[in-house]
């Protein structure tokens, strides 16, 4: 049994290119970045970033030119494939790895200059106070936790 499977959520590194083929199919292609952190064996806090070439076919192609941009949050399912060309220029044989998505879901919009402006709390257009949620103040024993 054989499985290519790749899941990754990350960040757009520049805005989707939407482009048709002779078919009238439309790609849209993207990079995205996803990053990692952990704990070196001297205990400092370590951070790297992958990136990963993106392709879109039909429908969901369209939709993720229309909505996404650079610095949107994006998950991406789909398999992993890696296309072969002879560059015209040098005459070498250029290789390039993609993640082909079969599924693509948006993440959370950001507020301000990057994305949709916030919506409004219910409460406060009604002019009422929210509820809050009110803690006590002494710790919480965990033998005290019934399971």
């Known amino acids: 049994m054989y499985l290519?499977?790749?899941?990754?959520?990350?960040?757009?590194?520049r805005d989707p290119e939407l482009r048709s083929l002779p078919s009238g199919i439309k790609v849209c292609s993207f990079s995205l970045a996803t990053n990692r952190v952990w704990k070196d064996k001297n205990g400092a806090?370590?951070?790297?970033?992958?990136?990963?070439?993106?392709?879109?076919?039909?429908?969901?192609?369209?939709t993720v030119a229309q909505y996404m941009?650079?610095?949107?949050?994006?998950?991406?399912?789909?398999?992993?494939?890696?296309?072969?060309?002879?560059?015209k220029t040098s005459g070498e044989?250029?290789?390039?790895?993609?993640?082909?998505?079969?599924?693509?879901?948006?993440?959370?919009?950001?507020?301000?200059?990057?994305?949709?402006?916030?919506?409004?709390?219910?409460?406060?257009?009604?002019?009422e106070e929210l509820d809050s949620i009110e803690y006590p103040e002494e710790d919480i024993n965990p033998e005290d936790i019934p399971f």
């Open 4 to 13: 290519n499977k790749a899941i990754v959520i990350g960040n757009l590194t």
């Open 45 to 62: 806090r370590q951070e790297a970033a992958d990136y990963h070439n993106v392709v879109v076919f039909g429908r969901q192609a369209e």
């Open 69 to 87: 941009k650079k610095g949107s949050s994006i998950l991406v399912e789909g398999r992993m494939q890696t296309r072969s060309w002879d560059d």
């Open 93 to 127: 044989k250029k290789y390039r790895t993609e993640i082909i998505a079969d599924r693509t879901q948006f993440g959370p919009r950001g507020t301000g200059a990057t994305g949709g402006a916030p919506a409004p709390k219910v409460a406060e257009q009604k002019g």
